[in-house]
Nanobody, 123 residues
């Protein structure tokens, strides 16, 4: 079965940086898309960034653009999210997920999800 495991979340100060990682296992993921999402308390889960399995295509939310960088190592089935210039509003549980087709920001189109990793940005 497919497993997605996130790591790297922690408490960080405003303006700081953090790198999240996601490890995928359980099947061959060629032609899949991997994405990062987040959910703050009392809010809906929202798209952050996505990357095609080849790494050629990326997509970012407006809030992530210019601050976050998504990358993939498809030889190791891992994906990362480098987050810079963090703001308090970036505080959320971050989830990685995978979908079996092209790149998308639609939350419901992703089939497999990790358990999430907490990112807290404090002043």
């Amino acid at each position: 079965q497919v497993q997605m495991v996130e790591s790297g979340g922690r408490l960080v100060q405003v303006g700081g940086s953090l790198r999240l990682s996601c490890a995928a296992s359980g099947r061959t993921f060629s032609s899949y898309t991997m994405g990062w999402f987040r959910q703050a308390p009392g809010k809906e889960r929202e798209f952050v960034a996505a990357v095609s399995w080849s790494g050629r295509d990326t997509l970012y939310s407006e809030s992530a653009k210019g601050r976050f960088t998504i990358s993939i190592d498809n030889t190791k089935n891992t994906m990362s999210l480098q987050m810079n210039s963090l703001k308090q509003e970036d505080t959320a549980v971050y989830y990685c997920a995978v979908r079996s087709s092209g790149i998308s920001r639609r939350v419901s189109s992703y089939s497999y999800w990790g358990q999430g990793t907490q990112v807290t940005v404090s002043s």
